[in-house]
C-alpha cells in the first residue's frame, strides 16, 4: 500500500459525460501527480500541483482540468468523455515538488471505461 | 527531451531463472532512474531508485539496477525469478535541476515466468 488513495476505483460512464476523479496523497506529500495509462499511449504525464498550485503541465487536454484543495487532495476533472478517453488514470504523490531526491509513489488508479 | 526505451516488449524466463530487463535513456546529464512494477489490476509500485552515488542500487523483492553511464542505462536484474514476479516493468526518469515535470517512462517490459 504506497499511501496514495484514489476513488473511485472503476467506473462506466457514457460519451458526452463528465466524471471526476479524486485522489488523497500520502501523509505529508504536498505534491501531487496525474498520470494516464492506455495501451496506446502507455503512461502519460497529465499535471502537476503542489501546495495548491499548477507546478507542471504535461499532455493533458483541453477538456480535463485538476486541482488541489487546501487539504492536499486533488481532483481530475474529464469532462465531454469521448471513446479514446477509456483509460487508467494514475494519482501519485511526493513530498517535494521537484525532481531532487524526490520519490513518486503511485495510488492504485482509477479505471474509467467510456462507452 | 528526454526519453526512455525499454527494447524488449515481452520477456519469458524460467522460474529460478536469472533476469535482466533493459533500460536506456536519452538525457544531456544523469537523470534520477526509476523502476516500477505493475501487478495486472494494480497500481505502480516503486522497486527501486538511483540518484547519485553507487551506481549499483538495491530495491525491494530481491532487485538490484546497475546505472552505467557510458551506455546511459539502468538495467533491472534479479537472480532468481519467482512466478510472482510476472507482471509489467517500467522504467523511468526524473530531472535533475528542479524540474517538475514528473516522470518519463518507458513502455513497460511485460515479464512472463515458465514453470
Known amino acids: 500500500d504506497s499511501g496514495v488513495t484514489q476513488t473511485p476505483k472503476h467506473l462506466i460512464t457514457a460519451t458526452g459525460q463528465r466524471v471526476t476523479l479524486r485522489c488523497s496523497p500520502r501523509s505529508g506529500d504536498l505534491s501531487v501527480y496525474w498520470y494516464q495509462q492506455s495501451l496506446d499511449q502507455g503512461l502519460q504525464f497529465l499535471i502537476q500541483?503542489?501546495?495548491?498550485?499548477?507546478?507542471a503541465k504535461g499532455n493533458i487536454l483541453e477538456r480535463f482540468s485538476a486541482q488541489q484543495f487546501p487539504d492536499l487532495h486533488s481532483e481530475l476533472n474529464l469532462s465531454s468523455l469521448e471513446l479514446g478517453d477509456s483509460a487508467l488514470y494514475f494519482c501519485?504523490?511526493?513530498?517535494?515538488?521537484?525532481?531532487?531526491?524526490?520519490?513518486?509513489?503511485f495510488g492504485e488508479g482509477s479505471w474509467l471505461t467510456v462507452v | 527531451a528526454q526519453s526512455v526505451t525499454q527494447p524488449d516488449i515481452h520477456i519469458t524466463v524460467s522460474e529460478g531463472a536469472s533476469l535482466e530487463l533493459r533500460c536506456n535513456y536519452s538525457y544531456g546529464a544523469t537523470p534520477y532512474l526509476f523502476w516500477y512494477v505493475q501487478s495486472p489490476g494494480q497500481g505502480l509500485q516503486l522497486l527501486l531508485k538511483y540518484f547519485s552515488g553507487d551506481t549499483l542500487v538495491q530495491g525491494i523483492k530481491g532487485f538490484e539496477a546497475e546505472f552505467k553511464r557510458s551506455q546511459s542505462s539502468f538495467n533491472l536484474r534479479k537472480p532468481s525469478v519467482h512466478w510472482s514476479d510476472a507482471a509489467e516493468y517500467f522504467c523511468?526518469?526524473?530531472?535533475?535541476?528542479?524540474?517538475?515535470?514528473?516522470?518519463?517512462f518507458g513502455k513497460g517490459t511485460h515479464l512472463i515466468i515458465q514453470p
Open positions: 523511468a526518469v526524473g530531472l535533475p535541476g528542479g524540474g517538475a515535470d514528473g516522470l518519463t
Open positions: 500541483y503542489y501546495n495548491g498550485e499548477e507546478r
Open positions: 501519485a504523490s511526493s513530498v517535494f515538488g521537484g525532481a531532487e531526491g524526490n520519490t513518486i509513489y
